[in-house]
C-alpha cells in the first residue's frame, strides 16, 4: 500500500482500501465478460486493468455502481482496440514449458493449435452461449449463480449451457476435431 501511495500522493489510503476491495469483488467476473466478448485471455485482462486504471484516475462525480462503470469502460476499450485493428503482443503460452525443461514441441504444438480451435469456435457462438460457458468452465460458477446474473432460472441456465456446449461441440467437429 504505502508504495502505491507514494506513486499517487494526491490518493488517501482510504480510498485505495476502497480501490483495492472493488478489485478483489469484481476483476475476475469483468475478465469473463471482456473475454466473452473478445475470445482473447490477454486483451481482457488489459480491459480489466485499463478499467480499474480509468476508475483510480477519475476524479469527477461520484460514481453510484463502480461494477458498471467498470464494465462500460472496458467495452468501450475493448471497441477502441477492435476499431483500430491493432495486434496485441502475445506471449508464447509455452514459456513457462520451455523454461522448466518440459519442451515438447509435438505437445506444444498440438496444445496451441486446440487452444485455437476452441477460440475460434467461441468466437462462432452467440455472445450469450459464450457468456454461459465463460461463466461455467473460466469462473467456476454455479447455475444458480449464473442464473441470479442473467435474470432467469437455475433450469434456463443448465439448458443453455447444454445448447452452447452442443453448438460449441458441432463447431469444433466441423473444424475437423471430434468429440473424444
Not at 504505502?2 to 490518493?11: G, L, R
Not at 475470445?39 to 488489459?46: K, N, Q
Not at 455502481?65 to 502475445?90: E, F, H, I, M, T
Not at 447444454?162 to 468429440?179: I, K, N, P, T, V
Request: hydrophobic share 35%; net charge negative.
Amino acid at each position: 500500500m504505502e508504495q502505491q501511495q507514494t506513486v499517487d500522493a494526491s490518493v488517501s489510503a482510504e480510498e485505495l482500501e476502497e480501490l483495492d476491495e472493488v478489485y478483489r469483488e469484481n476483476s475476475r467476473e469483468l475478465w469473463a465478460i471482456f473475454y466473452s466478448q473478445c475470445s482473447d485471455p490477454e486483451r481482457a485482462y488489459d480491459a480489466v486493468q485499463e478499467s480499474f486504471l480509468r476508475l483510480h484516475a477519475h476524479r469527477g462525480e461520484q460514481i453510484r455502481d463502480p461494477r458498471a462503470w467498470l464494465l462500460r469502460v472496458g467495452q468501450n476499450w475493448l471497441r477502441d482496440v477492435a476499431r483500430r485493428k491493432s495486434s496485441s503482443c502475445k506471449l508464447t503460452p509455452a514459456l513457462d514449458e520451455i523454461v522448466n525443461d518440459r519442451f515438447v514441441p509435438q505437445d506444444i504444438l498440438s496444445s496451441t493449435e486446440n487452444r485455437q480451435a476452441i477460440r475460434h469456435a467461441l468466437q462462432c457462438l452467440l455472445e450469450d452461449d459464450r457468456k454461459v460457458l465463460v461463466m461455467k468452465y473460466s469462473l467456476n460458477w454455479t447455475s444458480a449463480k449464473m442464473a441470479r446474473v442473467m435474470d432467469c432460472s437455475a433450469a434456463a441456465i443448465d439448458m443453455r449451457l447444454s445448447r452452447a456446449r452442443r453448438r460449441l461441440a458441432e463447431l469444433l467437429e466441423e473444424q475437423g476435431y471430434d468429440h473424444e
